[in-house]
């Protein structure tokens, strides 16, 4: 087996009453992102690209949002089931790039947090995790504040 890369892509709205996560952090915001789990879309998105990079599907396969287990479930857990099944495969992660993609909240003082959030449960340093956050110049859902997207490669290898 050789280098295997996965893209991974998700997107939820915002919606009141919940809090913001990402990357495990949360992010002082008057809205959150509404979904069946905690709705980390920066997590989910890791997931997504590492499942890619495994050839084993996507995140709904494994966490449906029909199952009541994963109801305002932790997405770092989550992201913890998927590096089981990653090391299951003989794989370990090289490095993970992701894009966050919202108008608002800025994020870049919460970054490093979620730097160690993710390095922390995929079992890499820190510098082998990069998270970028983008806005769309007003273009778009993001653009208008209806919610936020994240897209995420990660690029994996044999284990030794």
Same mark, same amino acid.
Do not use: C, I, W, Y
């Given at each position: 087996m050789s280098l295997r890369i996965g893209q991974g892509f998700d997107v939820h709205a915002f919606s009141e009453g919940r809090k913001l996560i990402l990357g495990g952090v949360h992010i002082p915001y008057p809205r959150g992102l509404a979904g069946h789990s905690d709705a980390d879309v920066l997590t989910h998105a890791v997931c997504d690209a590492l499942l890619g990079a495994t050839g084993l599907g996507d995140i709904g396969h494994f966490f449906p949002d029909t199952d009541n287990n994963y109801k305002?479930?932790?997405?770092?857990?989550?992201?913890? +089931?998927?590096?089981?099944?990653?090391?299951?495969?003989?794989?370990? !992660?090289?490095?993970?790039?992701?894009? !966050?993609?919202?108008? +608002?909240?800025?994020?870049?003082?919460?970054?490093?947090?979620?730097?160690?959030?993710?390095a922390g449960v995929i079992g890499v340093d820190t510098s082998c995790i990069n998270i970028k956050a983008s806005t769309t110049e007003y273009l778009g859902f993001t653009g208008r504040k209806e919610g936020i997207a994240a897209m995420a490669v990660a690029l994996l290898e044999p284990k030794d």
């Open positions: 305002n479930a932790n997405s770092l857990d989550l992201l913890t +089931e998927v590096m089981r099944h990653v090391d299951k495969r003989g794989l370990k !992660v090289v490095n993970m790039d992701a894009t !966050v993609l919202a108008q +608002e909240p800025k994020l870049a003082s919460f970054m490093p947090d979620m730097k160690r959030n993710l």
